[in-house]
Protein backbone atom coordinates (compact mmCIF):
# COMPACT_ATOMS: atom_id res chain seq x y z
CA UNK A 1 0.00 0.00 0.00
CA UNK A 2 3.19 2.29 1.00
CA UNK A 3 4.54 1.99 -2.53
CA UNK A 4 1.42 2.52 -4.64
CA UNK A 5 0.95 5.50 -2.49
CA UNK A 6 4.41 6.83 -3.24
CA UNK A 7 4.36 6.00 -6.56
CA UNK A 8 1.50 7.70 -7.11
CA UNK A 9 2.59 11.15 -5.05
CA UNK A 10 5.55 10.57 -7.88
CA UNK A 11 3.42 10.60 -10.54
CA UNK A 12 1.71 13.58 -9.58
CA UNK A 13 4.98 15.06 -8.75
CA UNK A 14 5.91 14.47 -11.96
CA UNK A 15 3.01 15.33 -13.91
CA UNK A 16 3.22 18.97 -12.12
CA UNK A 17 6.72 19.68 -12.90
CA UNK A 18 6.19 18.57 -16.66
CA UNK A 19 3.32 20.50 -17.15
CA UNK A 20 4.36 23.66 -14.85
CA UNK A 21 7.44 24.00 -17.10
CA UNK A 22 5.33 23.81 -19.86
CA UNK A 23 3.17 27.00 -19.06
CA UNK A 24 5.74 28.96 -18.99
CA UNK A 25 6.42 29.50 -22.54
CA UNK A 26 9.52 29.73 -24.64
CA UNK A 27 12.56 30.90 -23.83
CA UNK A 28 14.04 34.40 -23.82
CA UNK A 29 16.39 33.37 -26.69
CA UNK A 30 13.76 31.69 -28.49
CA UNK A 31 11.43 34.93 -28.11
CA UNK A 32 14.27 37.24 -29.83
CA UNK A 33 15.21 34.56 -31.99
CA UNK A 34 11.71 34.70 -33.52
CA UNK A 35 10.99 38.01 -33.32
CA UNK A 36 13.78 38.94 -35.70
CA UNK A 37 12.25 35.86 -38.01
CA UNK A 38 9.55 38.34 -37.94
CA UNK A 39 10.44 41.11 -39.18
CA UNK A 40 12.33 39.15 -41.80
CA UNK A 41 9.20 37.86 -42.94
CA UNK A 42 7.30 40.92 -42.31
CA UNK A 43 4.88 38.70 -40.11
CA UNK A 44 3.23 41.63 -38.32
CA UNK A 45 1.12 39.66 -35.98
CA UNK A 46 4.20 37.52 -35.13
CA UNK A 47 5.86 40.74 -34.72
CA UNK A 48 2.90 42.21 -32.25
CA UNK A 49 2.97 39.09 -29.99
CA UNK A 50 6.68 38.77 -29.49
CA UNK A 51 6.40 42.75 -27.92
CA UNK A 52 4.84 44.21 -24.80
CA UNK A 53 3.71 47.53 -26.39
CA UNK A 54 2.75 49.05 -22.44
CA UNK A 55 6.08 47.92 -21.47
CA UNK A 56 7.67 49.87 -24.45
CA UNK A 57 6.09 52.28 -24.31
CA UNK A 58 6.20 53.13 -20.60
CA UNK A 59 9.69 53.03 -21.43
CA UNK A 60 9.95 54.78 -23.69
CA UNK A 61 7.28 57.90 -22.49
CA UNK A 62 7.78 56.84 -18.51
CA UNK A 63 5.15 59.47 -16.77
CA UNK A 64 3.37 61.19 -19.64
CA UNK A 65 2.08 57.69 -20.49
CA UNK A 66 1.35 56.32 -16.99
CA UNK A 67 -0.38 59.70 -16.37
CA UNK A 68 -2.66 59.89 -19.01
CA UNK A 69 -6.36 59.20 -18.95
CA UNK A 70 -7.74 55.65 -19.63
CA UNK A 71 -9.41 56.27 -23.17
CA UNK A 72 -6.30 58.84 -23.70
CA UNK A 73 -3.73 55.33 -22.58
CA UNK A 74 -5.37 53.24 -25.26
CA UNK A 75 -5.50 55.45 -27.83
CA UNK A 76 -1.64 56.51 -27.29
CA UNK A 77 -1.04 52.87 -27.09
CA UNK A 78 -3.03 52.08 -30.02
CA UNK A 79 -0.90 54.61 -32.08
CA UNK A 80 2.21 53.06 -30.59
CA UNK A 81 1.44 49.72 -31.59
CA UNK A 82 0.61 50.72 -35.04
CA UNK A 83 3.53 52.98 -35.68
CA UNK A 84 5.87 50.05 -33.85
CA UNK A 85 5.24 47.62 -36.35
CA UNK A 86 4.51 49.70 -39.45
CA UNK A 87 8.96 50.79 -38.60
CA UNK A 88 9.32 47.11 -37.96
CA UNK A 89 8.40 45.86 -41.64
CA UNK A 90 8.76 49.40 -43.36
CA UNK A 91 10.91 51.60 -41.72
CA UNK A 92 13.66 52.83 -39.77
CA UNK A 93 13.48 49.39 -37.82
CA UNK A 94 13.36 46.88 -40.58
CA UNK A 95 17.37 46.81 -40.69
CA UNK A 96 16.60 43.97 -37.21
CA UNK A 97 15.06 41.89 -40.01
CA UNK A 98 18.54 41.65 -41.98
CA UNK A 99 20.51 40.86 -38.87
CA UNK A 100 22.10 37.13 -38.59
CA UNK A 101 21.94 36.82 -34.42
CA UNK A 102 24.58 34.50 -32.76
CA UNK A 103 23.48 34.80 -29.40
CA UNK A 104 26.11 35.78 -26.81
CA UNK A 105 24.76 35.98 -23.58
CA UNK A 106 21.14 35.04 -22.00
CA UNK A 107 20.44 36.56 -18.50
CA UNK A 108 17.11 35.20 -16.83
CA UNK A 109 16.46 36.54 -13.65
CA UNK A 110 12.82 36.07 -12.21
CA UNK A 111 10.46 37.43 -14.32
CA UNK A 112 12.57 39.69 -16.57
CA UNK A 113 15.58 38.71 -19.23
CA UNK A 114 18.42 40.01 -20.95
CA UNK A 115 19.74 38.18 -24.41
CA UNK A 116 22.28 39.97 -26.27
CA UNK A 117 23.32 38.90 -29.78
CA UNK A 118 25.52 40.11 -32.23
CA UNK A 119 24.92 40.19 -36.04
CA UNK A 120 27.48 37.57 -37.97
CA UNK A 121 27.03 40.04 -41.11
CA UNK A 122 28.37 42.93 -38.95
CA UNK A 123 30.43 42.03 -36.08
CA UNK A 124 30.96 45.63 -34.32
CA UNK A 125 26.59 45.53 -34.27
CA UNK A 126 25.75 44.43 -30.75
CA UNK A 127 21.94 44.32 -29.68
CA UNK A 128 20.37 44.03 -25.92
CA UNK A 129 16.60 42.97 -25.67
CA UNK A 130 15.08 43.27 -22.79
CA UNK A 131 12.67 40.88 -21.75
CA UNK A 132 9.63 40.46 -19.29
CA UNK A 133 7.21 37.87 -18.92
CA UNK A 134 3.61 38.22 -19.12
CA UNK A 135 1.07 35.69 -18.89
CA UNK A 136 3.84 33.18 -18.66
CA UNK A 137 5.23 34.55 -22.11
CA UNK A 138 8.33 35.98 -22.86
CA UNK A 139 8.16 39.59 -24.53
CA UNK A 140 10.81 42.24 -26.01
CA UNK A 141 10.38 45.45 -24.16
CA UNK A 142 13.63 47.01 -24.44
CA UNK A 143 15.79 47.11 -27.75
CA UNK A 144 19.01 48.92 -27.67
CA UNK A 145 22.50 49.02 -29.62
CA UNK A 146 25.55 48.70 -27.90
Do not use: H
Not at 30 to 41: E, P
Not at 89 to 94: P, S, T
Not at 127 to 144: A, D, P
Request: proline fraction near 2%; hydrophobic fraction near 35%.
Amino acid sequence: MKKLLSRAILSCCLIFLVFSGCSRGSSPKATVLDFLKAVRAKDGAKIQNSLSFERLLTEKDGDSYTKLAPDAKKKALDNFREGMVNQLMNGQLNFLGDIDPKVEKENESGETAEVIISNTRNQKMTLSFGLVREGGVWKIYTISGR
